[in-house]
């Protein structure tokens, strides 16, 4: 079973910036999609962003497009979310999790096989 760790999180101004990564073991990524989701407090898990197995196609939710890039290093078996102008309103948890969607990404939380433990990121000034 892939275990994930998900790391980079903090406390920043709205502009600021944060590096998130994603670190898995137990497993290669390479066979699966990966994806970034949020969650505020009291809300449920919402998508930020996924990626295919090779990184060739991303797709973004629209409240973070041109802002976050997310990229993939497979002989590494890692994962990361650059956020730049971060806003008050991406604070949450932040994870990292695994699907096997056979063509394209999938934004539903519950088509994710594994997640990492999440870290927090916090928007504020």
């Known amino acids: 079973q892939v275990q994930l760790v998900e790391s980079g999180g903090g406390s920043v101004q709205p502009g600021g910036s944060l590096r998130l990564s994603c670190a898995a073991s137990?497993?290669?990524?390479?066979?699966?999609?990966m994806g970034w989701f949020r969650q505020a407090p009291g809300k449920e898990r919402k998508w930020v962003a996924a990626t295919t197995r090779n990184g060739a196609y991303t797709e973004y939710t629209d409240s973070v497009q041109g802002r976050f890039t997310m990229s993939r290093d497979n002989a590494k078996n890692m994962v990361y979310l650059q956020m730049n102008s971060l806003k008050p309103e991406d604070t949450g948890v932040y994870y990292c999790?695994?699907?096997?969607?056979?063509?394209?990404?999938?934004?539903?939380?519950?088509?994710?096989?594994?997640w990492g433990q999440g870290t927090q990121v916090t928007v504020s000034s």
């Open positions: 999790g695994g699907d096997r969607t056979p063509v394209g990404v999938s934004l539903n939380p519950a088509r994710y096989e594994f």
């Open positions: 137990g497993g290669s990524l390479s066979t699966y999609n």
